[in-house]
């Protein structure tokens, strides 16, 4: 694939960046090496590779999952202006 001046314009639009007709030409030919570049990368044999996320493997620490009340509600609703039955009150704003 390769890239072409009316290509280069067209992209620069659409991303709504001012390009003069010089650094659109000199684009022209960067664009391009870098498709070259990555049509290489696709002729690379990656059969039997397994995708990684990382250079060096990582494992996850986990904790148990364990559900708690937390028996935080007091301190929760300490900072409210007004509360009921630990709920906190609100003007109200839809008629």
């Known amino acids: 694939m390769s890239v072409d001046l009316a290509t280069v314009k067209r992209v620069a639009r659409l991303a709504r960046i ?5 650094e659109a030409e000199r684009m022209v030919g960067e664009l391009n ?15 039997g590779v397994e ?9 996850m620490r986990k904790r148990n999952d364990q559900v708690t009340d937390g ?9 409210a202006p ?6 906190f009150l ?4 839809v008629e």
């Not at 007004?82 to 709920?87: A, K, Q, S, V, W």
């Open 18 to 22: 001012a390009v003069s007709e010089d």
């Open 33 to 47: 090496g870098i498709l070259g570049f990555v049509e290489q990368l696709s002729e690379v044999d990656v059969s």
């Open 51 to 59: 995708p990684m996320t990382s250079v060096t493997p990582l494992v």
């Open 71 to 79: 028996d935080k509600v007091d301190d929760i609703v300490a900072n």
């Open 82 to 87: 007004e509360t009921d039955r630990n709920f």
């Open 90 to 93: 609100v003007p109200k704003v």
